[in-house]
């Protein structure tokens, strides 16, 4: 009988993150504070994180210690399978081996508790009581409530409108673990009030609800905020993922030829992927990286290279990223974890020294993958997720040409479960290809020349 799952055991898991700063061909730039538009330094950010969060961020160690505290939790769904895609395979007719990460299994069903766990653990370390985040899709959200809830902390969630009402069961699973949660933009910030007064109908943003979430963590002092993605010490925890998969790689003496996920601040990618590139750059692995992204918003592929506020109202540092301007205003598609006007530093720093590619794809065809997928491997994916397995499926029909037996690895970052509508609309034949207008782009691009 063939293998589908390959497993490891509990006493396998990590006991160490990867950081990729230690082996980067060129550092990164460093993040400027938003007022002086020096480099930022540890005080620049000790108001909204602890102190042990700072230091990774900046760290350049190769090899971070994974507290007992976060290996206890990560038990409790880690290590994640690395599956076989037999059958995806068998109905594309590919001759390439494809695998999958299975991040679907955590318990708010994504990547995300891997660093939200991590970050709760070192803000209760830390003696906060309370942490305020942003969330797009409500699985950052989720997580955040599950990694609090773990550790005794208090949780607020600002919460996109567009996705919070096209997704309230999310809002009750982040209820269930014990967050408040609000429609960003609210009346209860500055930021928040500042965008309703220009467009009360706002369907929100990722930008603006980061801005809420940061005003509100900087106005108490029992209260640090938290981000899911973008920042260095968020690749950092989800590196996890990869160290995993080459230890199941082993096991079946396979080695990926691709990694791919998808992109929006670009934590699932980096997670699969630095452990890889580490190997890439160390050890001359031909290994190819590609991170996904929605043509509506395609942040790697049409963006700039240049410094930028990680939200609207420019209240977070100015980071050194490929972003499409911090007004950019995505349309509302149903992958809304990957509606993010920047990209980690890290992917940015990486793509720009042509260490990983990037592809962005239109809704129909990636709905469409997903499909594929669900009704080969029968797993419901994330729409997020469904564009990584539409950069998988399009490698395999790559190498269906070719005739390469090529090993592709790609990360199911999450399930679709609470994604349901999302589906139907799919179904109902209500789901079109957005592409965002060039000349908009530019435009918002070009805004950002003023800002230092
Ligand atoms: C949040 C999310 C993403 C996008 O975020 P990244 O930081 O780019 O990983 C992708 N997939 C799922 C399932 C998500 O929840």
Redesign the pocket.
Known sequence: MKERKITLSEKEIPKKWYNIQADMPNPMQPPLNPQTKKPAGPDDLSAIFPMSLIEQEVSSERWIDIPEEVLDIYSLWRPSPLYRAYNLEKALGTPARIYYKHEGVSPAG???PNTAVAQAYYNKQAGVKRLSTET??G??GCSLALGCNYFGLECSVYMVKVSFHQKPYRKSLMQVWGADVYASPTDMTNSGRDVLAKNPDSLGSLGIAISEAVEDAAGRDDTNYSL??VLNHVMLHQTIIGLECQKQFKLVDDYPDYVIG????????AGISFPFIYDKITKDKNIRAIGIEPKACPTLTKGAFTYDFGDVAGYTPLMMMYTLGHDFMPNGIHAG??RYHGESPLVSQLYKDGLIEARAYGQEGVFEAALTFARTEGILP?P??AHAIKGAIDVALECKEAAEEKTILFNL??HGHFDLTAYDDYLAGKIQDIEYPKGLIDQSIASLEKLL
């Open positions: 994504s990547h995300k797009g899709a699985q950052w899911g993605s998808c992109c929006g601040g670009g934590s699932n990618f974890g990957l994330a997020e997720t970052s999450g």
